[in-house]
């Protein structure tokens, strides 16, 4: 699996849309200082359904939206699509191609899309985890993300091994299992107290 291309459109400095085609191997994107490099990897991150508008150098998720220059004005949306190679089936979708695509408004709604099928951002966050792709997996190092990795606390740099070991979606799953179990108790709890009260 790799990744083909990014389409950005009204995204941070992408005013108009932006299409970045790349092939197998290394690829350097180099300009010069504010042309926009890291609003590309900003995008990627944004894409794969980064909540934190603070971790996209922003105050709110608006921020991402083109916010106009001397020469143009603002757009009232943005939007990142990121095109990758599927063809190892490593995404578990019968796709050669799989495309997923985020849309912000400037009301703050979030749009997500699954090869333009609308769908929900766990959607998104599901069909990545394990592959070392999700937001906060390790396929994006970030300016100071090493020496933030090599002075975390243990259970933090744990979550590293364990994405890459791929048994985050199992620890998901797990989660959500205990949180159900646990209203299936409380439900049972309260029907006893019912029955109780009945006799
Ligand atoms: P450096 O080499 O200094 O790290 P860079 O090439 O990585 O720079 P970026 O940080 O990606 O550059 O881009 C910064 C530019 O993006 C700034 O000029 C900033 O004004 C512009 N920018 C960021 N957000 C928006 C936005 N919402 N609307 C318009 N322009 C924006």
Not at 16 to 23: A, Q, S, Y
Not at 99 to 127: A, M, P, W
Request: hydrophobic share 30%; proline share 1%; aromatic share 8%.
């Amino acid at each position: 699996m790799f990744l083909k291309r990014i389409e950005l459109s009204g995204f941070k400095s992408f005013a108009d849309r932006t299409e970045l085609e790349f092939v197998k191997g290394i690829t350097a994107v180099v300009g010069p200082n504010g042309s926009g490099k890291s609003n590309i990897s900003d995008g990627i991150r944004w894409v794969l359904g980064e909540t934190s508008a603070k971790s996209l150098r922003g105050g709110k998720m608006e921020d991402v939206i083109f916010a106009g220059s001397d020469a143009r004005r603002a757009v009232n949306y943005g939007e990142v699509s990121l095109t990758l190679d599927n063809t190892s089936q490593s995404l578990p979708l019968d796709y050669n191609e799989v495309t997923v695509s985020r849309r912000v408004h400037r009301s703050g709604d979030s749009e997500y899309f699954i090869n333009k099928q609308s769908c929900r951002l766990k959607d998104i966050t599901e069909l990545f985890m394990d592959t070392g792709i999700g937001k906060e997996a390790y396929s994006i190092i970030g300016q100071g993300r090493i020496e933030e990795i090599l002075s975390n606390k243990s259970e933090e740099r744990r979550s590293i091994f364990e994405e890459a070991s791929g048994i985050v979606k199992y620890k998901s799953r797990k989660k959500e299992s205990e949180k159900k179990l646990q209203e299936t108790e409380q439900n049972l709890l309260r029907i006893h107290d019912l029955v109780t009260e009945l006799e």
